[in-house]
């Protein structure tokens, strides 16, 4: 396989689910032999500022969790959007949650013998990772507590003991975003994903989802896909509701 810029995300489909999968550093060239497999390819600020990034001269294989495993099956039911934007921005959102799990693997994968010793970023503050542990965190409390309405950005950032204004400036740096613009499209991929699976009506999912009203849900649907959220659910449906798929998203936001 070619060398690309990014970072990349290379598994083997499997009916029984993802076991592994291959973390791939930016311009490392892999040997996949024969098979089918998928790849994402990504962007992060983190990683790239990572001194157990830079130390890779190699893929490092990874033991799929029950998260990543849902993250996969995911992936693999938006491939058919695969050149959207819509695609392109829940992947992402995706990918950031997987984040702490590649970073626990990182920090423990042995350095490989030939590892040239770890350089400076080239640009820009460094990221020192372990002060994006706190940030990070706080993704994964956002996730657990986006049904919650009244989860404002001094919730989110107390949880992890950072002034409001310090934690939007870290959380811009590693994520070059928002986290209310984040919380956001959390909430807005969640919603796509119960209007896919789910026969909820729309006030179950502005329940399920942390939003106030139908009339923003619908807003926020049409924005991100051009239809109505009815639309959107019969354009997705493809013999019914798939209980796997349910399973999935449920697992995912766990």
């Known amino acids: 396989m070619e060398e690309r810029n990014g970072f990349r995300l290379v598994w083997a489909p499997e009916e029984t689910g993802v076991s592994r999968f291959m973390f791939v550093p930016p311009r490392t060239r892999i040997d996949l032999g024969a098979g089918k497999f998928v790849s994402v390819i990504f962007e992060s600020p983190l990683l790239a500022a990572s001194e157990s990034v830079r130390a890779l ?5 990874v033991d799929a969790s029950p998260y990543a495993q849902s993250l996969f099956a995911l992936i693999g039911s938006l491939r058919r959007d695969a050149f959207s934007d819509l695609y392109q921005a829940r992947i992402a959102v995706m990918i950031a949650g997987l984040l702490p799990e590649l970073i626990e693997q990182l920090k423990s994968a042995p350095p490989a013998a030939d590892s040239p010793a770890p350089q400076p970023a080239k640009s820009g503050r460094p990221i020192v990772l372990i002060n994006a542990r706190p940030v990070i965190y706080a993704v994964r ?13 001094n919730d ?3 949880t992890i003991g950072y002034h409001p ?6 959380f811009s740096r590693i994520f070059s975003q928002s986290p209310i ?4 499209e959390l909430r807005l991929d969640r919603t796509l994903r119960l209007l896919e ?9 502005c329940r399920g989802v942390g939003v106030a009203d139908s009339s923003r849900l619908c807003s926020m649907v049409k924005t991100a896909t051009g239809m109505t959220p009815m639309a959107f659910r019969r354009s997705c449906r493809h013999g019914g509701v798939s209980g796997e ?6 697992k995912f936001y766990s």
């Not at 001269?57 to 294989?61: Q, R």
């Not at 204004?165 to 870290?170: I, L, R, S, T």
Request: glycine letters at 4%; a neutral charge.
């Open 156 to 158: 989110i950032a107390h």
């Open 57 to 61: 001269t190699s893929p490092l294989t």
């Open 181 to 184: 613009r984040f919380l956001n």
């Open 245 to 250: 798929g349910e399973a999935s998203w449920q």
């Open 141 to 153: 409390f956002m996730k657990r507590n986006m049904g919650n309405p009244q989860l404002s950005l």
């Open 165 to 170: 204004n310090y934690f939007c400036q870290e």
């Open 197 to 205: 699976h789910t026969d909820h009506t729309l006030k179950e999912i």
